[in-house]
């Protein structure tokens, strides 16, 4: 008995992937059709299932079971069947690329692979089958007569490791042929279209068994594709050649971007962190080929052995060093091809700008000229990257004695970056609150915990970030906040008792001092209390309540704290009626962007009171930001990008 002088079983566990689908089947048995000279490939697909429908619409997923592959190519003529009786064969390694162990990955699914040929030139017929236990003397041989080649291959028993019932494993593919048409294509396109230049036509049917529905892939489907070759030298001696085939084109929103090995797509670009996307209104393919990416894709060519960024003797190009010079190779095609694509990059940058101003200096020239078609997430990445490492470096360079002009210049733009950030901060709080301001609940909500944030009892005081920005920015250093504790025991040991919210938990009061509050000298204070924002027909005299309750409260922090001055607000909803009530007792309205802030300063207490109105109070917080960021606009990085294109096109 002539066996394949392997154990086939040995090599289907070890040499094909667990990643291997039903799909990989399909290109594998179709490109073998191609190889062999067919013109016309037909894809049966059976399910066991039935069609469960609701009127014309299926109401059930059916998914593929059996599949059976029939070609008009050559056939399993001598030479053929020798070679697929050898493992790792090198028979047409050189012209497809072919590593001799495809087959093997029909019996990573399936139990057997049956295949009958009938051939012209012997007028015979040739039936074999291919599992675990092949025999290649088993081959049945008949005379007969035909008039043209035709082989079938057909696939069928799922192994267990694919489905299996009683451990509810089922990794079958949806019997969708539109789906499995358009996978099909993306993968063999850079094949159909090798072929198609040749003025060999391919046609490949899909056949629903069950259902008689059938689609096609025709010579029509096939992109008409430019191309662009270009090299990548590792050293003086070592040099690899490159062809990125490209087609871009007005309509539709997709692209297509592929590494691909012996004419066949293996993965998309952003699997290699190299995420491209190209302007709405325009669609089309990247397919990027080289005699390396076919040196190193793995056995079911759905990966690659190429590093990230490390390279070695084996792999001495990383993608990082491939796509450096893809990216290169693109600009000029991107900006040949979409006219508008300067004004794109623009918006990109406004965009970023917009999102996050404290990273434009830090973006990449390589970036900034690719940011029309390279994903926008990953150039703010890179980005944040470079900011977060010039932190780092100003950090790791504090203290020293003397620093030189470059250490300077980094450590001032790395603090003006800092600022741009805090300032895009309270942006986006202040564009929080503004959406708010029609229900007063949730922005007194939101008010509340901004500025009565939960401070631990056990400590006398505690240091964070505050929020005082809110009400002026003299106050943004007065980082020291009194404990919910200390504000009690102040309050309590006068007989005093802080409003609180309804769960008791936390008082409508928070006291912030200038600096640490054991150092008694010159010692400053911001107290703020919340009153609710009812408008009720007497909430006027509630409120003005409240103003009352806060000189309080300044007399019993001032004695216990000893504190030298205190500016206090009281935070509300200010109407009409409060707002008179308040002119009447004395207090100053204050220009605003809304309505008027109320001031009265006590002598006697030296201490300021602030009445602000809610909505005052965001829009006040909002035009001092905008001070900032059209400072931050005028010398950005955008605003020299602008300027250039515009003397450019001049």
């Not at 154990?7 to 039903?22: A, F, H, L, M, S």
């Not at 894809?43 to 469960?52: A, D, P, R, T």
């Not at 007969?144 to 451990?167: F, P």
């Not at 980005?383 to 030189?404: M, Q, R, V």
Request: net charge negative; hydrophobic share 35%; proline share 2%.
């Amino acid at each position: 008995m002539s066996q394949m002088l392997a154990n086939i079983k040995r090599v289907v566990e070890e040499e094909v992937g667990n990643r291997t689908t039903q799909m990989t089947i399909l290109y594998e048995a179709i490109i073998n059709s191609i190889h062999e000279g067919a013109h016309h490939i037909i894809c049966k697909l059976s399910s066991s299932e039935g069609i469960l429908k609701s009127g014309d619409e299926e109401i059930s997923e059916r998914k593929v079971d059996n599949i059976e592959v029939e070609d008009d190519g050559t056939g399993f003529g001598d030479a053929n069947y020798r070679s697929f009786c050898e493992y790792r064969t090198a028979y047409r390694q050189y012209e497809f690329g072919c590593k001799g162990v495809g087959r093997f990955a029909f019996l990573k699914i399936y139990n057997r692979a049956s295949y009958v040929s009938f051939l012209a030139e012997g007028q015979e017929k040739k039936a074999f089958i291919f599992d675990y236990d092949f025999d290649s003397n088993a081959v049945v041989c008949e005379d007969c007569t035909v008039t043209s080649n035709k082989t079938v291959l057909s696939l069928s028993g799922i192994r267990n490791r694919y489905l299996d019932e009683q451990k509810h494993i089922d990794r079958r593919i949806t019997m969708d042929l539109g789906v499995i048409r358009e996978t099909v294509l993306l993968h063999l396109v850079p094949t159909l279209f090798f072929y198609k230049q040749k003025g060999h036509t391919i046609l490949i049917d899909f056949l629903d068994i069950y259902s008689n529905n059938q689609v096609a892939i025709t010579g029509d489907d096939v992109p008409q594709f430019e191309n662009k070759p270009f090299d990548i030298c590792v050293n003086d001696n070592l040099t690899y050649s490159f062809v990125l085939y490209y087609r871009i084109q007005r309509g539709g929103d997709s692209l297509h971007a592929f590494y691909c090995a012996n004419r066949r797509t293996v993965c998309e670009f952003a699997e290699k962190d190299f995420k491209v996307s190209l302007p709405q209104g325009f669609s089309g393919y990247l397919l990027l080929e080289s005699p390396y990416l076919d040196d190193h894709v793995d056995n079911e060519r759905n990966d690659f052995a190429i590093h990230p960024l490390r390279t070695d003797l084996f792999s001495p190009l990383s993608w990082n060093h491939i796509n450096a010079h893809l990216k290169d190779i693109l600009l000029p095609i991107i900006g040949q091809t979409i006219p508008q694509y300067n004004e794109i990059r623009r918006t990109q940058l406004e965009s970023i700008q917009q999102e996050r101003p404290y990273l434009i200096n830090y973006i990449d020239d390589n970036d900034l000229d690719s940011l029309g078609f390279v994903d926008k997430k990953q150039v703010i990445e890179r980005a944040k990257k470079k900011f977060d490492a010039a932190k780092d470096k100003l950090i790791t360079h504090a203290g020293k004695k003397e620093y030189t002009d470059a250490e300077l210049q980094d450590a001032i733009q790395t603090a003006q970056n800092e600022l741009v950030a805090y300032i895009q901060d309270r942006v986006f709080i202040v564009e929080r609150l503004k959406t708010m301001l029609k229900d007063k609940e949730e922005s007194e909500k939101v008010i509340h915990n901004l500025f009565m944030e939960k401070y631990t009892d056990d400590d006398y005081f505690s240091i964070g970030k505050n929020n005082l920005w809110l009400l002026d920015d003299r106050f943004t250093s007065y980082s020291y906040a009194a404990s919910d504790r200390r504000i009690k025991e102040v309050l309590e040991s006068i007989h005093l008792k802080a409003a609180t919210e309804s769960d008791g938990d936390k008082p409508d009061l928070a006291l912030f001092f200038s600096h640490d509050p054991i150092n008694k000298k010159g010692l400053k204070s911001v107290l703020i209390e919340l009153k609710s924002f009812d408008d009720g027909p007497k909430a006027d005299r509630g409120k003005y309540a409240g103003v009352q309750q806060l000189i309080d409260y300044i007399v019993a922090f001032q004695s216990k704290e000893d504190i030298k001055e205190i500016w206090a607000f009281l935070v509300t909803d200010v109407d009409e009626n409060f707002g008179t009530r308040l002119i009447r007792n004395k207090y100053t309205p204050m220009f605003s962007t809304e309505r008027p802030i109320y001031h009265q300063y006590y002598d006697e207490l030296k201490a300021s009171i602030y009445v602000v109105g809610a909505k005052t109070l965001i829009l006040d917080a909002e035009a001092r930001n905008r001070v900032f960021i059209d400072i931050i606009k005028k010398n950005s990085r955008l605003n020299r990008f602008v300027s250039e294109q515009v003397a450019a096109e001049l």
